[in-house]
């Protein structure tokens, strides 16, 4: 889908504080309704859009240190036609907004595109009408500002309503553990849209799958670059309750190591059909941490029933815990510790890895 975004509001969400006049006890969440407002998160590796950029009805949304939710959507378009906006936290360039150190535009021919992965857990209202989806944006130039002429990769997570992608179903593909419904069509690029067919929460996937794909159907260049990774919703109508809870983009060769910044200690006591878990993470960077948000997927069926010393969300397998204000400051060399209880069945294995507001961290 279009987004137009000729007037941007920037509002930076510091993860040690905020600046443009935020009131200080917003610590960690800026709320906006401003319909092209962009904020800025994890010191700006990433960014938040409320993007209304298909109608003039009211939207809002609060960031969180990992992602947004929408507080208020008042939108109802009809669903023949397009979307009402596009909420979403992106990492690259949008519209001449660029986040921190991403090391977009990349061209698709480079190993580092190769190794280019992102993940995302998102929670859903039981109302409205909206798609769930990724947006990948590809242009045959560099450009960091205007509307991309390449390719749109839109990945669909999760739809509800009678909506669906621009064009028409040109087949299926196996991607990422799933199957998807591939649609395709041109509103003066193209747009490729999979749609999963068993709806999802959560997704962690190389963005080559997707663009290999995209190119052995004809529909994208190798020649062409990577501008932004975004991930959100579509709504026609409503919208209220739609929420990123994770978000992260890890890159192959263009950032320093994944496993420098920081270390998880995962110590879990089971008994049968229930476990507590003692988490300690660890900066072991040179530079404090001012807000973490630690997130995970588990391997089984586990359920977290009870936190402490931090908010514990849980969408399917994917959990992000974030810190409770007072304890949000990690200096080079400390620690925070916070822990769960649940339940599960089968077993209880320990997570494959964890990350620390989206980098990857070294596991003990």
């Keep these: 889908m279009k987004r137009l975004v000729r007037a941007v509001v920037v509002v930076g969400v510091l993860v040690g504080g905020l600046t443009a006049g935020i009131a200080p006890q917003q610590a960690h969440a800026v709320a906006t309704c401003e319909k092209y407002a962009t904020l800025t998160i994890q010191g700006g590796r990433y960014n938040v859009q409320n993007n209304v950029w298909g109608a ?23 669903t023949n036609g397009a979307p009402a906006a596009y909420p979403s936290v992106y990492f690259g360039c949008h519209y001449g907004n660029c986040t921190s150190g991403s090391g977009l535009p990349l061209q698709a021919s480079t190993s580092a595109f190769a190794g280019i992965r992102s993940s995302v857990g998102m929670s859903y209202p039981g109302s409205g009408t909206w798609n769930a989806a990724y947006d990948l944006w590809f242009d045959p130039t560099p450009r960091t500002d205007g509307q991309n002429t390449g390719a749109e990769i839109m990945i669909w997570l999760n739809r509800q309503g009678s909506i669906q992608p621009i064009g028409s179903r040109v087949g299926s593909a196996t991607l990422a553990g799933a199957t998807w419904d591939v649609w395709f069509g041109n509103i003066g690029w193209n747009v490729v849209s999979y749609v999963r067919t ?95 948000a630690v997130t995970w997927t588990f391997g089984g069926n586990q359920q977290i029933t009870n936190e402490w010393n931090a908010d514990i969300t849980q969408n399917g397998t994917s959990v992000t815990a974030r810190d409770l204000g007072h304890n949000g400051a990690i200096a080079p060399g400390g620690s925070q510790s916070f822990g769960f209880q649940g339940t599960y069945s089968g077993a209880n294995s320990v997570p494959a890895s964890f990350a620390l507001n989206g980098t990857t961290c070294a596991t003990s």
Excluded: M
């Design 198 to 292: 068993s709806a999802t929460a959560s997704l962690d996937f190389a963005v080559n799958d997707f663009y290999s794909d995209a190119v052995n159907r004809g529909h994208a260049q190798r020649s062409w670059y990577l501008t932004s990774i975004q991930a959100g919703f579509e709504p026609w109508i409503g919208g209220t309750g739609l929420a990123v809870t994770s978000f992260s983009v890890t890159t192959g060769g263009t950032q320093p190591p994944p496993t420098g910044a920081c270390r998880v200690t995962y110590a879990p006591t089971s008994w049968q059909n229930g476990f507590t878990a003692n988490v300690t993470v660890a900066n072991t960077s040179s530079a404090p941490v001012n807000g973490w």
């Design 56 to 78: 003039d009805t009211t939207q809002c949304i609060d960031t969180t240190t990992s992602g947004f939710r929408v507080t208020q959507a008042d939108h109802n378009k009809p």
